[in-house]
């Protein structure tokens, strides 16, 4: 089947053919043309037709006789946000429908011209407000039908007894229902053949009695009521239900006795009351019943205990007392249990052979009940919102393998006294849906093989960690007392070495900044105690940073020695990431050292060459550092394999660091890793290590749209306080001399640091802050066309502020620059401004200023101030007006306005609609020597 979309947009294209092919029409449509005529002689086979709608309410086209006139042939009609007028529809017209969706009919009194179309299986209408009336024949072949009752509906009158129906569902549209008032139901007659009824009426339904008429079984009975008074032979002479449901809200009459007592069979029973009255004869004794929920008001069944569900296999009650589950001893079947609302748990609960999950919501007790306790079956137990003293000896219930508690909303819900579930010998998990803002020593008592989960889950995983090491239950309570109270990870206090010892063995990263950071102290305190080099024997705990060869190399040069074994020859321990047996490390004796004390070793012991004598090396460091800023990752590649054998100094942190940060080559980081292993300080240590990577950021995203610095500025900001600001200051810098951009990152900073201002006044070109390079936008565009330049002029932040992640993209400009530097002119093109950076007023002298391709809509009365300003280009900026403050400048030799209003993408600068911007008489006058560029 040929298929085709036809928007607003193309409609007039489409139009001008005759599509004979087409059978499947999607359209979405706003205007009301083009007329159904036109539609049909354009497409004059279609058989299957969707409509959208997503124009104003004002100029909605309808679905009426005319629609069906034109398109006789259709056997399927779906139609979103139009409205369909059925008045003076012909049968005729829709005898080839085999599915209709109306989401908005305002004439259900002619519903009855769908009820005997011999191949219509399927109707789905939502009917808006007057009355409903549908009829069907003997020809129906309706199988399916809905109708939704919305905007006030006033009455029901439907006859569909003829028809072959299998599904109805009809009333209000769910939380959406808008049908304010009480619907009338003149008439509901319903045939033999229904199997699903779904039926929604809130307002008060005067229901009729036989409802469900000769039907014997069916299988899906759902019932949502408002204020209901149910008739008492309701499901007339239905013998079998699947699954029941009859939901009433707010204060009813009882429910009739006989409401069920033809029933025979019935799976599922679900009464969803809110104060309703009934019995325990409601219900035949002896029901074949497998699942039952019940919710009504405590105490409102009455002579609970009589019911015999012989055959119960799942219950949800909610609304007994703790005097009304006597009962449950007559369903020995029940496999699943849950309870709500008991105000005192009794001491009687009868014993349950079969059971497996029991649930506790909103209840009271001591404990639990003793024939719960003594359960073998009972495999899992939950409670939601209980207050239980505790929950007693658990050791009978050998089968108990999962455990959820969870407190209540309320202050006075807490948990149970922890203790007893260590009694439990079978169990395998525990859930406990709270926040420990102080952590439970019972916990520690649990089972080593139990899974234990609960709030945070950080401290829940610290926990896990901590209670399968060899700390001492002692060391493990002082360890997590602490850790209760540490939300980030900054907040960790001074810890004993046993901890850091743990996490590092256990991979466990949320404090790897404090674990490297305990590690340097240690090895400091090492080296100035007992230094290491000649005569030192080392083992090397985990992973570290250095080469094995290369230190098989260095301990021949320096005359240390590497041991296999942690044995009494050791002195030093090197401590790398993720080491092993850490519960074995004897620190009384060994001296804790890292890679960077076994760098400055070698550095000084046995320097390589780069490392020796600068005056020799300094021509070869020159060659490095040049190919390490080339392009070419090639170039890259073998600088560092000349560093591997010459050594690393420290100006070439930086230019390693963003060979490593954006290189797409893991064999190569891994190099480079390695090179880096123990240099700099500890922030660097931390970023070198860490998975943060940037050879992904630029580019093209997945829909086309150029992502620009704005991914790499966001992800640097987000590591700011991680690898801190002089390292992400010094990468923006580096990965700006690689690529052009990323230094948005340091002209968006507030506070004013040297490091910034030497940045910055690399800006300077002659007499010229270059802002704008600095911006680094314009590699948007550098391979962009004419398109590319018009969509940057119409919206600048879609443009070159991909997704936002600039935020506003404001870049201060700093007042000490004009004090060291001489700058007569400002290039703040195509910098994002919407108003004029923080700081202009420290250039008042210059002469020249650009603020071209910027979103200004207007100029500041502070211009005026710039006394010696010659040169002003506002060129491809927004303004709808001239700007006053130009009235003010008497001195302007070069006034740039050209497309100096913007654009609309769609219609661009040809369009007659675009408007140039109009130079008033009196500017002419006032600087009639000044060249002024126009459209």
């Not at 090491?469 to 002692?474: I, K, M, T, V």
């Not at 105690?529 to 320096?558: D, Y």
């Not at 296999?564 to 060994?590: F, M, R």
């Not at 200051?729 to 640091?753: H, I, S």
Request: glycine content about 6%; proline content about 5%; some cysteine.
């Amino acid at each position: 089947m040929s298929h085709f979309e036809l928007d607003d947009f193309n409609a007039e294209e489409c139009l001008e053919k005759v599509h004979a092919s087409v059978l499947s029409l999607e359209y979405d449509c706003c205007d009301e043309r083009p007329s159904w005529a036109e539609l049909a002689k354009a497409f004059p086979n279609l058989k299957e037709f969707s409509f959208s709608y997503f124009g104003s309410d004002s100029k909605k086209r309808r679905i009426e006789t005319e629609f069906f006139r034109r398109f006789p042939d259709l056997t399927r009609l779906k139609v979103d946000e139009l409205t369909v007028d059925l008045t003076g529809v012909e049968p005729e017209h829709l005898n080839h429908l085999t599915s209709v969706n109306f989401d908005k009919c305002i004439n259900g009194q002619y519903l009855s011209v769908f009820g005997n179309l011999p191949v219509l299986e399927t109707l789905e209408v939502k009917v808006s407000g007057g009355d409903v009336v549908f009829k069907t024949g003997t020809e129906s072949g309706l199988k399916n039908l809905k109708l939704q009752l919305i905007n006030n509906v006033r009455s029901i009158d439907c006859d569909l007894a003829a028809s072959s129906l299998a599904k109805l569902e009809l009333g209000e549209s769910g939380y959406q229902n808008d049908n304010q008032g009480a619907v009338d139901i003149k008439a509901l007659s319903l045939p033999a053949t229904l199997n699903e009824l779904k039926l929604a009426l809130t307002h008060e339904p005067n229901l009729p009695d036989n409802l469900l008429g000769d039907n014997p079984e069916l299988e899906l009975v759902h019932m949502t009521l408002g204020n209901a008074t149910l008739p008492p032979k309701l499901l007339g002479d239905v013998q079998s239900i699947d699954k029941l449901t009859i939901a009433l809200r707010g204060e009813t009459p009882p429910l009739p006795e006989t409401l069920f007592a033809n029933l025979k069979r019935v799976d599922d029973l679900k009464l969803e009351l809110e104060y309703t009255p009934c019995s325990a004869a409601l219900l035949p004794a002896g029901l074949p019943l497998k699942v039952f929920h019940y919710r009504n008001a405590s105490g409102l069944m009455t002579d609970a205990n009589e019911l015999r569900l012989p055959e119960l296999d799942e219950a949800w009650l909610d609304g007994f007392d703790d005097e009304q589950l006597a009962w449950l001893e007559h369903s020995p079947k029940i496999t699943y249990l849950n309870i709500a609302g008991i105000k005192e748990m009794p001491d009687d609960f009868p014993f349950l052979p079969a059971l497996e999950y029991f649930i506790l919501r909103s209840c009271r007790g001591q404990s639990l009940p003793a024939s719960i306790r003594s359960n073998p079956f009972v495999t899992h137990y939950s409670h939601w919102g209980v207050q239980l003293e505790k929950l007693g000896d658990l050791s009978a219930m050998t089968g108990l393998k999962n455990v959820r508690l969870v407190p209540g909303e309320h202050t006075q819900n807490k948990l149970p006294e922890l203790d007893d579930l260590a009694s439990a010998p079978a169990l395998k998990e525990v859930e406990l849906r709270v926040s420990m803002e102080s952590f439970e020593p019972a916990l520690l008592k649990l089972p080593i093989a139990a899974q234990i989960e609960f709030y945070p889950e950080t401290l829940a995983k610290e926990f896990q960690i901590l209670r399968t090491s060899r700390l001492s239950e002692d060391q493990m309570l002082e360890l997590l007392t602490i850790l209760a109270n540490v939300n980030k990870p900054a907040q960790l206090p001074t810890m004993p070495a046993a901890f850091h010892l743990t996490m590092m063995e256990a991979k466990y990263n949320r404090f790897k900044a404090q674990h490297k950071s305990w590690l340097r102290e240690q090895a400091k305190v090492s080296e100035l105690q007992q230094p290491f080099g000649a005569g030192s024997c080392l083992f090397i705990a985990g992973r570290s940073g250095i080469k094995t060869t290369e230190l098989k190399v260095k301990a021949a040069e320096i005359g240390f020695r590497i041991s296999k074994k942690l044995d009494n020859s050791v002195t030093h321990l090197l401590l790398g990431s993720c080491p092993k047996q850490t519960a074995d490390y004897d620190l009384t004796s060994l001296k804790l050292i890292d890679d960077t004390v076994l760098q400055q070793c070698f550095t000084t012991q046995a320097p390589k060459f780069l490392q020796q004598d600068q005056a020799s090396a300094g021509g070869m460091t020159d060659s490095v550092l040049a190919m390490l800023a080339s392009p070419d990752e090639g170039c890259h590649k073998v600088a560092v394999e000349m560093l591997a054998q010459g050594g690393v100094t420290a100006e070439m942190h930086i230019p390693l660091f963003l060979i490593l940060k954006t290189t797409a080559d893991n064999a190569f980081r891994k190099e480079i890793k390695h090179l880096l292993a123990g240099q700099g300080d500890e922030a660097f240590l931390l970023a070198v290590s860490d998975r943060i990577l940037f050879h992904n950021v630029r580019g093209l995203d997945q829909y086309g749209s150029h992502r620009g610095q704005c991914v790499m500025v966001d992800k640097l900001k987000k590591q700011r306080k991680k690898w801190g600001e002089a390292l992400c200051t010094a990468f923006a810098k580096a990965y700006y001399d690689r690529f052009g951009d990323g230094l948005m990152y340091v002209l968006m900073q507030k506070e004013q640091t040297p490091e910034r201002l030497a940045i910055l006044s690399e800006l300077v070109e002659d007499d010229c802050l270059n802002w704008r390079r600095g911006a680094g936008f314009d590699l948007v565009l550098q391979d962009g066309d004419e398109k590319e330049r018009l969509k940057l002029h119409w919206h600048p932040r879609y443009k070159m502020n991909y997704d936002e992640l600039l935020g506003a993209a404001k870049t201060p400009l700093p007042a000490e620059l004009p004090l060291r530097e001489s700058i007569r002119k400002l290039n703040l093109g195509n910098c994002l401004l919407s108003t004029l950076p923080t700081g202009i007023d420290h250039y008042q002298h210059i002469s020249e200023l650009s603020l071209s391709f910027n979103p200004l809509e207007t100029l500041p009365t502070s211009l005026v101030n710039f006394t010696q300003l010659e040169s002003l280009d506002l060129s491809y900026c927004h303004f709808r007006e001239f700007p006053k403050v130009l009235l003010k400048l008497s001195n302007l030799k070069r006034l740039d306005l050209r497309r100096a209003c913007r654009v609309d993408y769609d219609s661009g600068y040809d369009d007659p609609s675009y408007r140039s911007l109009t130079v008033p008489d009196a500017f002419r006058a006032l600087n009639p020597d000044c060249e002024i560029l126009e459209d």
